[in-house]
């Protein structure tokens, strides 16, 4: 498969906007606590091939154990995550694949039980932009590696 174009040339301005977007999330704690987790779990569920291997990588060089990357797919069955990161992900799933009916109210709830107001809101705004960049490769079929010399992903040792 091949990419159909580079929305990063085509847009540089809307592209720079968004990547802007995306850097105000740093230093953020909530987003430092779990931005990994939420942007492999949601990468994983859009199939977006592009996201998923940066984010892995991303993560390894962060010091990630690599049996959690495993477990992000089964995290409900896996028993290497905290309360706190299962709510997390529990409401990146919510907000990535939107029930019919919106975010359910049991989501909601348990979320509410491990975040803060304010850690709710950021982990929003990061589940948001990373749905946002996977629309992006996934549309435009970015090739998985294609930007690690870039972003200094061959630093993760995987390959």
Request: net charge negative; charged share 25%; aromatic share 8%.
């Amino acid at each position: 498969m091949t990419q159909r174009l580079d929305y990063f040339q085509v847009s540089a301005q809307l592209s720079k906007k968004y990547m802007d977007f995306s850097a105000a999330m740093k230093n953020v704690p909530v987003i430092e606590e779990f931005g990994d987790l939420v942007d492999i779990r949601a990468s994983q569920i859009n199939g977006c091939g592009f996201c998923l291997d940066m984010h892995v990588k991303q993560a390894k060089i962060r010091g990630e154990r690599e049996l959690r990357l495993h477990h992000v797919a089964i995290w409900r069955e896996s028993t290497l995550f905290s309360a706190r990161e299962r709510a997390a992900l529990a409401w990146t799933e919510a907000l990535t694949t939107l029930p019919a009916h919106g975010v359910p109210d049991e989501v909601y709830e348990a979320v509410r039980a491990q975040l803060s107001e304010s850690e709710i809101s950021d982990l929003t705004f990061r589940v948001v932009a990373i749905n946002g960049w996977n629309r992006l490769n996934v549309a435009f079929r970015t090739v998985p590696g294609s930007a690690d010399a870039a972003f200094g992903l061959d630093k993760a040792g995987l390959n």
